[in-house]
C-alpha cells in the first residue's frame, strides 16, 4: 500500500506562550495544519502576577477555552494605593476584577487546547532563524532542523533578536525597564476573599507595583526604569509599606530581597510601525503588546493573536497573500489602539486626585480593569 503523505504545513507558530498558544489554536480551528514551536519544555515556568482581567476572561470564554480545571481565584476587592502607600482609594466597580491563575498551569492548558485542536506541538525545539521566502517560510532550528510552512506567526515574547530575519525593527533605543516579582503560599491568609492592590507610579511607562492576594498564594510584582538592584530594593519598600499599613497581614520583606528580576518591556506595540513581514505577522509581547496603564500583557496577547489567525484564516486562493496579511496593521489598531495607548493625560496631575475624587478613583477603575482611556 502506498503511503499516506505527511500533510504540508500552513502556519508555524514560534512561541507557545499565550499568544503562540492561541494563534495555533484559532488557525487549527479554521482548518489550517499548524506546528507550534517553542524552546521551553511544558509546562515551563513563568514570572508572572498570574492576573487575568475581564475582558480576559471573557475572550477566553468566546474562545470556547474553559480555565474552570485551573481553579481560578475570583478577585472581589481592589485597592489602589498611592506610591508612598499613604492614600487608598477603592474603585466602585459594578463589573468583574478577574481571576488569579497559576500562570504556568495558564500557559500549558492553552497548549493543550491547541493540540486537542490538532496542532502539532513540538517543545523543547530552541528556533535560530526564520528565513521566509516567496512562497513559503522555514523556520531554521538550533538543531539545524528546518521545518517549512506557508505561513508564519512570531509569538515569541520579550526575546525578540528572531525578528531581524523578517526585516522587522522593533524600537530599541528604549531605556530597560526591570520587573521584580515574588509569589509565595508560605503565608495563609484567614481572608477567604482574592483582592488585588496597585500602586501607581506617575511614569507610564513603569505603570504599577501589584499585590495579589488570593487564599492560596500572594504575589508581589513591581516594574521600575532604573536598574535590577533598584527594582527589588523598591519590592522590598512596597512589602514593608503593605505590611506598615496594614494592607497586607503578611511580611514578606525577605521573599521580596530574593525576588526575581529580569528586563521587561522597552516599547509599546503602537511605537511601532509595522508588525507584518514577508509572509509573517509578530503577536503578542514580541510586539510590544500590553496595556500601559495595568502592564496586562495576557489579554493584550491573546486578543492579538486572534486578529492574526484571523487575517491568516481570510487569505483566500486567489489572493496575493502578502496583500492580506498587510491588513494586520490596520485591524489590530481599529480594535486594540485604544486599550494600549497611555492615558491621554498627565498621570502626574490626575494621580492625587485618585485618593480624594471618588469619580476619579472609578475612571481609573475603568481603565486598569477595562483598559478604558482615562
Ligand atoms: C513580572 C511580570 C508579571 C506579569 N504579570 C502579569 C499579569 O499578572 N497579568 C498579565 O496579563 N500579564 C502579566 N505580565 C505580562 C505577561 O506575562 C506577558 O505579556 C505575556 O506572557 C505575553 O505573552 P506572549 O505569548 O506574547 O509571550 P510569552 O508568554 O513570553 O511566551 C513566549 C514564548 O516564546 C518562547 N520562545 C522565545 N524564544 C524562542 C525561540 N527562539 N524559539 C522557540 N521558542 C521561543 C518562550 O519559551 C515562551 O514560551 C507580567 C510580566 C512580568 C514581567
Known sequence: MAKKKPRAIDVIVVGAGPAGATAALTLARAGKHVALIDSARFPRPKICAGWLGPRCVHLLDELDVNIGALRPQKITEAVFVSSDLSKTSRPMHNGELGVAVDRAAFDNHLVEVAKKAGVEFSEHSPVAALEPGESEVR?????????????????????????????????????TTFSAHISTDAHTSSNKQSRLIAAFNASPETGCAIAIETPKAISLTLHARTDQHETVRQLVEFARGLRSTGLLQADLTQEAAKAKCMPSYPFNALEVDSHVGKRSLVIGDAGGFYSTVSHEGVFPAIWSATIAAQTIADIGPNDHAQDVLTTFDRAWRLEMADFLRPPNTDLQLLLPLIFTNQPMADRMGAAFFMGENI
Not at 140 to 155: H, I
Not at 158 to 165: A, D, P, Q, Y
Request: net charge positive; no cysteine.
Open 139 to 175: 523556520v531554521r532550528l538550533k538543531d539545524d532542523s528546518v521545518v517549512t510552512g506557508q505561513y508564519l506567526v512570531v509569538a515569541t515574547g520579550i526575546s525578540r533578536n528572531l525578528l531581524s530575519g523578517l526585516g522587522l525593527r522593533m524600537p530599541s533605543d528604549r531605556p
